[in-house]
């Protein structure tokens, strides 16, 4: 059995987190925000310090309101879907974290461990890309994908290769914890460098595995084409329907891409393809919640990100809980029944449930070398 048919396209995360769509985020809430306080209700972080109307007006910016206001954001955009008058105070905090770095980054000392391991992970041991004959479309499964499912990332390689032969493969870091955390120059830099890479060896669009690279590639304009890997899939491959059929699930939709209505569709429809039943949580799709690790609030205030993450893990309950986002099936590893897709799309055939795993940080170096290792030795083979 397919999933619904639909044709591969372009999809986006919707409203991305760029600054530069508004020209000056902290003044449009100044100016607009009616204090209705619809999304005070809905978040912590405003709930202790007042609308985003009343943080714009009475900002400053001394490093310890720096640390307790913008950094305590999970940039999940929950207020900009709640807002009447669709106003986006993520975009205000991170303005204001992008000023603070302008300023120097001795405030993101907290942040080190995101900053190293985003540092580490963009180093060239782990980076690979294999492009064959032809190709036009490269897949970009992302740091989290590959340390914690590494032979499922192959596998996902290999099925989306059944939809496009010619299709490569790039191993890198999209550098999202530098754009949330504010380095957004570094950020910037980096973004273009990969850009003229995969322009230059004329390549045209961009699956990615990770909810996260996708709103990473649709921060700043360019001329690919951004997809997930699950929406190439999606009524492009035969699934069995009898592989999980009697079991129910819920679909987490990861914040980061909440806006993305024809990707979540996509994830659905592969869930059902392979046979589950979905139940919907309250708060899925662009409602949905932060699992938690959304804009390194982790590093500065453990208690905000668990408090997201019990909202999300109470409100799962103990039915099967499946994502799409490595990070957020990590950070809700709590749960004790979250799995990421790619964990049912390859189960093995001798278990009838899928079973729920994580893996060390030192696992996840290590099976980041050992996929990139695997393709090269998979391209050697082919010389
Ligand atoms: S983006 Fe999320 S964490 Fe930040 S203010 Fe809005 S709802 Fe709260
Ligand atoms: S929902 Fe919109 S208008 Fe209402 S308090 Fe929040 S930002 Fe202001």
Known sequence: MTCTPSPIQATSPGRPLSVAAVPSPVADLQENCRKCRKCVAACRV????GTPGDIARSYDSSPVTVRRLAYSCSLCNLCQQICPYDLAPSEMFLNLRQEAVS???NHLRPHRRLLNYEWFGSNAIFRHLHLPVDCE???YPGCALTGARPEETLKLYRLLQTVEPTIGIMLDCCNKPSHDLGRQQFFQKRFSARMQTLAKRNIRRIVTGCPSCL???SILPHKFTITTAYSMLAGNVTLNPARFSGLTCSVHDPCSIRFAGTIHADVRSICKALGLKLTEMVHNRENTFCCGEGGGVGFIDRKLSTEWNRKRVI???DQLLVTYCAGCTSQLRNHGNVHHLVDLLF??????KPIARTVT???SWRNRLMVKIRLMAARK???
């Open 361 to 363: 940080s030192l696992q």
């Open 46 to 49: 405003l709930d202790q310090n």
């Open 381 to 383: 083979k082919l010389q």
């Open 315 to 317: 409100e799962a309950e």
């Open 347 to 352: 189960a093995d055939e001798s278990n009838d």
């Open 215 to 217: 709103q990473a590639f």
């Open 103 to 105: 300023l120097g980054e």
């Open 137 to 139: 479309t490269i897949f």
